[in-house]
């Protein structure tokens, strides 16, 4: 009774203190109070804090058991190996197809040193390591080889390893120039592949340890295990922390704007201004009670993602929200984010929905007998079953007494089955080179050679390959070990450590919202006022026959990258302006290294030219354009 009555009485307390929370967030941020108003934010954080700590405490106190119970299931639970291959081939595929970091990373390793503007912790990587062209290129070449090697998984462990340390030289050259792009996570996923079984399916190396197997009497491919379930975990809380600091911190320093609508507006306005001529086709800033619920939408998105995630049934919900997120992010301010974005399937039981989907696509089972006493033919079953995605097929060893009745109801003799490899899908029967061919059919990882199969040369070489390697083959009796080699598998510590270290270092900057920094930063917040004037620079050249042109913006934004160059401009016009002259020398010669026809120019002009960020004000820029410095050459 006494426990119930102390129960009671704190969910009133707490009900009381959330209630006094709405009403100071009402009365904060949705009533027409002065936005700097200091009691009111004080207020409002001091009831955030208490009512904080008052729900901890009550989780602690009377839900601990539940609060243990699913931290427990979220880091003990199993996954499949297969969902993890998938992911190391996305993951690999996605940083050789998408170049941006590679092609900034070439551009700014032959900038001058004057333009750096060094992120934390970075301070020792521009002094020990070499940043110029020659060493990128041999970087990037290096890196283009293990990335294909992970891709296919040949010697993954090392692979991984060597594409982590050369991305971060890679990625990390450009983030020292102005501004940091947001790309770390795939830095992040790299370590966690880097000491995870990421290559037990689908990878050359999972063909070769099949074929150990085999010779030790299991043909069973790798099972689900918390050594392949606790990458993928790692792997969520990321995406969790990333959000969750971001709406931590529109929160916090600019609540009233993010929840009244109009941060949301400012900052779409200064996005649209990256993209000159560009505009959604719906104007959402027009409609601000759009914008209020968009505002509060973000803060709960991001902010609740990373609780759900401990919810099997809530995680849905979370990783449907996310994804609409960065849709609609896409839509309204070109942020395509698609190194967060398409990886979202991580999120996804794939391994059941394939097994689902073979279902659907092979509803009749198909049955494949084997000589178990022949090595080759073990090892051949062994490789095929690290490639079956599917898993529509049984491998059933032919000597096995229990395989008698299928045999016989099969129509074939224990000599025939040991004499050929038998796939039997209901009344039908393949032997032999139509067998394998019947196999590829269910592999959807061999489906690129399948027409191949049909074609003449191909059976009449296939058929006769076969014959000879199957007449030739001689039998091995496997070491007795069984099944003991596939053994549910636990996370190694070298996983348990990087994965530790991933998380508390990703919290140490959200907490203290370091967003620039390499190889760790809290993700962008938008937490900052955005100012309605726009400041860029602006080159007007003089060549040698005294004519006056203005360089187009667009000519250089696209090769620096938009985002970096504006940020890098930003820097050297509103920063430290005793080294603004001398930073401007170092930006000509950079771009002069990228278009040497600008080498032979007389004088250079640089003007400060700050125009209108709102849509409706657009033709009255340029609001002012002021020379700021000029550059003359003998």
């Known amino acids: 009774m006494k426990d119930d009555h102390s129960k009671s009485s704190f969910r009133v307390s707490l009900i009381a203190y959330l209630t006094a929370l709405a009403a100071v967030l009402v009365y904060r941020f949705i009533l027409p109070v002065p ?6 934010l004080g207020v409002i954080r001091l009831l955030s804090l208490v009512s904080t700590l008052t729900i901890a405490f009550y989780i602690f106190a009377f839900r601990f058991d539940r609060l243990k119970a699913l931290v427990y299931d979220y880091f003990t639970a199993v996954s499949h190996p297969l969902i993890l291959a998938i992911f190391r081939i996305s993951f690999f595929a996605f940083l050789l197809e998408k170049q941006f970091y590679i092609d900034q990373a070439l551009v700014y390793s032959r900038s001058s040193k004057e333009l750096m503007v060094l992120p934390f912790g970075t301070g020792w990587l521009s002094g020990i390591i070499p940043i110029n062209e020659p060493w990128m290129g041999m970087a990037v070449i290096l890196f283009k080889v293990f990335c294909w090697m992970g891709l296919l998984g040949i010697a993954t462990r090392f692979s991984t390893l060597m594409t982590a340390v050369l991305f971060y030289y890679i990625g990390g050259v450009p983030q020292l120039f102005g501004k940091v792009n947001h790309y770390h996570n795939l830095l992040w996923f790299n370590a966690i592949l880097a000491v995870s079984p990421c290559a037990d399916y689908l990878s050359v190396d999972a063909a070769v340890k099949a074929c150990r197997r085999a010779d030790e009497g299991s043909i069973t491919p790798p099972q689900p295990s918390r050594a392949h379930g606790l990458p993928i975990r790692f792997i969520w809380l990321l995406y969790g922390l990333a959000y969750f600091w971001a709406g931590f911190w529109k929160l916090w320093v600019d609540g009233k704007g993010w929840i009244s609508g109009t941060s949301l507006r400012d900052h779409l306005y200064s996005r649209w201004m990256d993209f000159p001529g560009w505009m959604p086709a719906f104007r959402i800033d027009k409609y601000p009670i759009l914008c209020k619920l968009g505002g ?56 059941r929905i394939l097994h689902q989907v073979g279902r659907w696509m092979f509803p009749k089972d198909m049955t494949v007998f084997f000589d178990g006493n022949c090595q080759l033919c073990r090892r051949t079953v062994a490789v095929l079953r690290v490639f079956d995605i ?11 007494p229990q395989s008698r009745p299928q045999l016989a109801a099969a129509g074939i003799t224990e000599e025939a089955a040991l004499k050929d490899m038998h796939a039997v899908c209901e009344r039908k029967v393949y032997k032999g080179y139509n067998a394998y061919r019947s196999l590829v059919f269910r592999m959807p990882v061999l489906w690129p050679v399948l027409p191949f199969l049909f074609l003449w040369p191909v059976t009449a070489i296939g058929k006769s390959i076969y014959r000879t390697i199957a007449d030739s083959r001689k039998c091995t009796i496997a070491l007795k070990r069984g099944d003991s080699a596939v053994l549910p598998q636990q996370p190694s510590w070298a996983l348990i450590s990087v994965g530790s270290i991933l998380i ?43 004519k006056v042109l203005k360089l187009q913006s667009e000519d250089y934004l696209e090769r620096f990258d938009r985002a970096r160059f504006k940020a890098l401009i930003s820097e050297i016009l509103y920063k430290e302006p005793e080294l603004r002259e001398k930073r401007l020398e ?35 820029n340029p609001i002012s354009r002021e020379m700021i410095y000029e550059l003359r050459f003998k």
């Open 504 to 546: 508390a270092a990703n919290s140490f900057c959200g907490a203290l919202k370091i967003d620039k920094g390499w190889p760790f930063a809290c993700y962008p917040t938008f937490s900052h006022k955005q100012w309605m004037v726009h400041g860029m620079l602006e080159f007007e050249i003089m060549d040698q026959e005294g």
């Open 586 to 620: 170092a930006l000509w010669l950079t771009m002069v290294k990228e278009w040497p026809e600008l080498s032979s120019v007389r004088a250079v002009k640089f003007f400060e030219v700050r125009e209108s960020k709102i849509p409706e004000e657009k033709h009255l």
């Open 390 to 400: 599917f898993e529509r097929i049984a491998y059933v060893n032919a000597l096995d």
């Open 296 to 351: 509060i939408s973000t803060i709960v998105v991001e902010m609740g993602f990373i609780f759900l995630l401990f919810s099997p049934l809530w995680r849905w919900f979370a990783v449907g929200s996310g994804f609409i997120f960065h849709m609609l992010n896409e839509y309204f301010m070109k942020i395509y984010f698609a190194q967060m974005r398409t990886f979202y399937f991580i999120f996804f039981p794939l391994d």
């Open 35 to 40: 936005a700097d108003s200091p009691y009111y």
